[in-house]
């Protein structure tokens, strides 16, 4: 199969779109698939990301007005099976218009906001959240093939090998990660709180992306006081299978920690997190600070206080994440590849 991704990241939008599908995109590649990739040319995209990890990439203006003509150009001498598109700006106008220039083209469209219309034969949201079976039912096609909840996860390889043994739940170290770029500056405020506690022997992992803005004074920080720093990097299931608590953001990596029962404390950085995180919070797999702009350096001090009190709690989220996510080893093929195969014509 020849198969196109349209996706972006930039400082705003962050990677977490990027990185899911890059996840997807080497699984197809190991069932044989010719994987390309379609960007628009924003701050903080990740295209030599991408092309550093053998994919070419094709590059699109920042104006969605003109983006499907734009793919339609890239496209017109090219046989494509299918078009991935992940992507909260595109929508049924987008698909339809695509469609329209190619009819034999399949589309999907992996989503986790329910909140517009599609044209697709594939739909994914591997998002838990209240009513997540039926949120779709009329926003795509009947003959829509709908890959729904955690059990479409698309765990990078790494997180399969991983086997959280948490036999104690006494915090001796702490992961921090809100994402590629943390747009809303969330590591350093958590940073900045860590200092107003008193001296621990808890070890400090600080996770950051090459697109964070802050990252430079980040590291300094932790170079500081001895927090270890660590920028772009491919061995994150390692630090979640070693750490006994983390600090994020909602979407992909809040799945990340509940597959390896890690137990975390979420903020809420983008609107696209809020419904699947006040879900899963209820659900007990996590602890939910809530919004953004409502926590405080001493909401994040008192937690901390309160986890470092608590380990049975810790225990509990451990626990719950780890239901929740019916935990399963790597499938020859993964679940969202084989509908993909299958659909092929």
């Excluded at 990078?156 to 090998?161: G, Q, S």
């Excluded at 980040?218 to 070693?242: F, R």
């Excluded at 975390?264 to 996590?286: D, F, L, W």
């Amino acid at each position: 199969m020849n198969i196109f991704f349209r996706v972006d990241a930039s400082t705003t939008i962050g990677t977490g779109h990027i990185m899911r599908c890059l996840t997807l995109a080497n699984f197809l590649k190991e069932n044989g698939a010719k994987v390309t990739f379609i960007c628009a040319d924003l701050k903080g995209n990740m295209i030599e990301h991408l092309k550093s990890k053998g994919f070419k990439v094709f590059t699109v203006a920042d104006d969605l007005e003109v983006d499907a003509q734009c793919t339609i150009s890239i496209l017109k001498n090219i046989k494509v099976d299918l078009i991935i598109i992940d992507h909260y700006q595109i929508d049924i106008i987008w698909e339809r218009t695509v469609r329209k220039a190619f009819p034999s083209i399949k589309i999907m469209v992996i989503d986790d906001l329910a909140n517009r219309e599609h044209d697709c034969d594939i739909l994914l949201d591997q998002n838990y959240q209240d009513n997540f079976q039926f949120r779709y039912d009329q926003l795509v096609p009947k003959a829509c093939k709908k890959l729904l909840g955690p059990g479409y996860l698309l765990l990078r390889p790494e997180f399969y090998k991983e086997e959280a043994a948490r036999q104690s739940n006494l915090i001796s170290s702490i992961l921090i990660f809100y994402g590629g770029s943390d747009p809303t500056g969330e590591t350093l405020k958590l940073v900045n709180a860590l200092n107003q506690l008193e001296p621990s022997e808890i070890i400090i992992h600080v996770v950051v992306g090459l697109s964070n803005p802050q990252k430079d004074i980040i590291k300094e920080t932790c170079i500081e006081k001895g927090y270890k720093y660590h920028e772009q990097i491919d061995y994150l299931a390692d630090l979640m299978a070693e750490c006994d608590l983390a600090f994020g953001a909602g979407g992909v990596t809040m799945w990340e920690r509940c597959y390896l029962g890690l137990p975390s404390i979420v903020t809420i950085v983008a609107e696209n997190q809020r419904e699947s995180t006040i879900a899963t919070a209820e659900y007990g797999a996590i602890w939910n600070l809530g919004w953004y702009e409502g926590v405080k350096q001493t909401d994040l001090v008192d937690i901390i206080k309160r986890a470092i009190k608590c380990p049975s709690k810790l225990k509990e989220l451990s626990l719950r994440s780890s239901i929740l996510m019916q935990k399963r080893q790597r499938e020859h093929i993964h679940p969202v590849v084989k509908a993909i195969m299958e659909g092929k014509k």
